[in-house]
């Protein structure tokens, strides 16, 4: 996994609540393999039309856009599906930050096990964020992981709360797994007084 | 003393193996389902070098991508779908897993098949590839879907690191009036709370109407939970769930089963437990409900109307109404029971039980679907059940398909779609633009509700089909 410690970026808004993860990646992609590739297929049926042919009207397809590497969303972002491939499509793409009011619960954690960093500011905030981007579509966002700060194109720079167990995985860049596996011996302990306690399982 | 403690606050606190001074826990996981969708997940854990650390704790059985008019492997004739039920089969036989394939009668949607084989027992923490875990909750146990590379985590170490949700509780009181089901309890709260009203929480449903329903409609009503965006939903424990689950094929027996009673009885929630949220629903209020939007808080009495942008709170909300009604072709203040539907799908891990095929069969017999239709058990056995009861023959006669077990419809991902354009009555959980098929109107509803709108080719209110015909 790639590390997370500082990006400055081109951004592009999307401010349409409750972007599920149907939408993000549809169903019908998901056989794939994760070392597929899957930037093309992110938000298929929103950038392509029936024949395949861009959309000019969504905001990736515009080259102001086209190389933004944070997303600026709107609440309930990722929800639905706990289909993690959402998370890869937009990683593949190159996204490595999404900011928005609120997440989908699952695509949130998924998030963290891909290195990409969901970002909850208020709501009001967000709205702002995205209408300068709209304002001015080639302005950057600077996230910087280490000091939990959003930097927006109008100078006004928020914190944000994360995990500080996420934070430490992001900003290394490992997942989990190697970490919890380091405590095979509390699991294996754990394991032996719960199942004298719940013999029945 | 202990302090007062919630169902959720008990399962948690007896799962935690470690607690990082930031919070972050690393819970035990009792049951880990996998499915035809895991296969990702697997291919992590090889490049690891790793293996599944509780091959015991583990089931598996395909459900996604299954074909719903044979279940012969050979009938897949897509490849892409195929190979991912052959990698399901081949990675639960590498490791050991205890596999309901696709020719064994118990293989079905892993969250009818978990409750169905008794794997789903009160005071557990399950966990699944697939956000419709929570369905399990209603048997008193912690259940929470993940993404692939927490499935590969669970398959590795039989934990995963969560950081504590807090309480909400659910209070539905009262009667439910007749015609009035499971889903309709659950649409109308969405409709309340929003699809992101459960958000950070942990969802427990309580009062006179979740007791009174049997344990059929409690696991709807969790089902649903995710799409209210909490994290679980759970029932607490009661007679009606150690009468479900006594003499199920993987519940405890005999002196197990004694001591396992008297564990689950101490899980309810203590009656000064406190809850960071609570909301209170009327049961009498409650109407079949059907939703009319792009998400399942879009939901509506079927006596009510399209709504009126122009009526919405705020610019932002009536921005989202017009996108919905766009999407869905529907004009404002059209009555619910005037949109004509071109298809129904009974089915899905929200409803595709036996109860729910008999509701549906109870509104069918003897009359006659006018737009095509298909029936999905949820899994080999509710199938077999059904026959047994002769439903199979009720839809036959209604023109409804009759099909073998699967995830089929609610998700497309086996190729039973809904074509562009088209408008599905549907019993599943998800109206999501796309959900069912690209350019795909989904209504969801009950399967009553379902029922009623095959026989009258638009949204109907099923009070109206209450007697034989």
């Not at chain 1, 990736?60 to 969303?73: E, K, M, P, S, T």
């Not at chain 1, 995985?169 to 394991?191: K, N, P, Q, Y």
């Not at chain 2, 969250?111 to 009160?122: A, D, K, R, W």
């Not at chain 2, 969405?190 to 929480?201: Q, S, V």
Request: glycine share 8%; hydrophobic share 45%.
């Amino acid at each position: 996994m790639e590390p997370f410690i500082r990006l400055e970026t081109v951004a592009v808004p999307l401010g349409v609540p409750n972007i599920d993860t149907d939408q993000i990646i549809p169903a019908r992609f998901l056989w794939r393999k994760r070392h597929d590739g899957w930037g093309h297929l992110l938000f298929h049926d929103l950038r392509f039309d029936d024949a395949g042919a861009p959309k000019p009207d969504f905001a990736l397809n515009q080259d102001a856009y086209r190389n933004a590497r944070v997303v600026v969303a709107d609440r309930n972002f990722g929800c639905g599906s706990s289909r993690e491939h959402a998370v890869w499509a937009l990683y593949d793409f190159g996204i490595r930050a999404v900011v928005a009011p609120s997440f989908g619960d699952i695509f949130f954690n998924n998030s963290f096990q891909n290195g990409l960093l969901p970002v909850v500011l208020p709501a009001q905030r967000v709205a702002a964020l995205r209408a300068a981007l709209e304002r001015s579509p080639e302005s950057h966002v600077a996230i910087d992981l280490v000091s939990q700060t959003v930097a927006g194109p109008d100078g006004a720079i928020d914190t944000f709360e994360i995990d500080p167990f996420r934070k430490e995985c992001l900003l290394a860049g490992t997942d989990d797994i190697s970490f919890t596996l380091g405590h095979r011996d509390r699991i294996a302990e754990f394991e032996k007084t719960y199942e004298a306690k719940v013999s029945w399982l | 003393m202990a302090a007062p403690a919630t169902l959720f606050d008990k399962i948690w606190s007896s799962h935690a193996v470690l607690v990082r001074p930031d919070g972050a826990t690393l819970l035990h996981i009792d049951r880990h389902f996998v499915h035809d969708g895991s296969g990702n997940a697997f291919r992590m854990l090889k490049e690891k070098g790793l293996a599944v650390r509780r091959p015991d704790r583990t089931f598996a059985t395909p459900d996604h991508y299954v074909p719903t008019l044979s279940h012969d492997l050979a009938s897949i004739n897509e490849p892409h779908r195929r190979a991912v039920v052959e990698d399901l089969e081949a990675n639960a036989k590498i490791a050991s897993l205890t596999l309901f394939g696709l020719n064994d009668q118990r293989q079905g949607i892993v969250h009818v098949v978990g409750p169905e084989q008794g794997l789903s027992q009160p005071g557990m923490i399950i966990v699944c590839g697939d956000s419709h875990t929570a369905t399990h909750g209603a048997l008193g146990a912690l259940a929470f879907g993940i993404g692939a590379s927490e499935v590969g985590h669970v398959l590795a170490t039989q934990t995963l690191w969560q950081r504590k949700p807090k309480n909400m509780r659910i209070v539905v009181d009262g009667m439910l009036a007749p015609g009035v089901h499971a889903k309709d309890v659950i649409l109308a709260i969405l409709a309340r709370i929003g699809a992101a009203g459960g958000a950070g929480h942990v969802i427990e449903y309580a009062g006179s109407t979740i007791r009174a329903l049997g344990i059929e409609g409690r696991l709807t009503i969790c089902n649903m939970s995710i799409e209210a965006g909490a994290r679980a939903g759970m029932v607490a424990p009661d007679d009606a769930t150690f009468a479900y689950l006594r003499g199920r094929p993987y519940a405890p027996e005999g002196a197990d089963w004694d001591a396992a009673l008297a564990y689950w009885g101490s899980l309810p929630s203590d009656a000064d437990a406190r809850f960071d949220r609570e909301v209170h629903v009327d049961a009498a209020e409650i109407a079949p409900m059907v939703t009319w939007g792009t998400s399942p808080e879009a939901a509506a009495p079927i006596t009510g109307r399209i709504p009126n942008p122009a009526n919405a709170p705020d610019a932002a909300r009536r921005d989202s109404i017009l996108r919905a009604l766009s999407y869905m072709d529907l004009t404002p203040g059209t009555p619910l029971t005037e949109i004509a539907i071109d298809r129904v799908f009974i089915g899905s891990c929200t409803n595709s039980r036996i109860e729910d095929l008999r509701v549906a069969a109870k509104v069918l017999d003897g009359r006659r679907a006018v737009v095509p239709a298909m029936a999905v058990p949820g899994s080999g056995l509710v199938k077999a059940q059904a026959e047994a009861e002769g439903l199979d023959g009720i839809f036959r006669s209604a023109g409804v398909a009759w099909r073998e077990a699967g995830c089929s419809m609610c998700v497309g991902m086996n190729g039973d779609l809904v074509a562009p354009g088209e408008r599905c009555a549907s019993t599943s959980n998800r109206n999501f633009v796309g959900r069912q098929g690209r350019g795909a109107r989904t209504h969801l509803l009950s399967p009553a509700m379902a029922a009623a709108a095959a026989v009258a080719g638009r949204l109907a209110d099923v009070r109206q089909f209450a007697t034989s015909p």
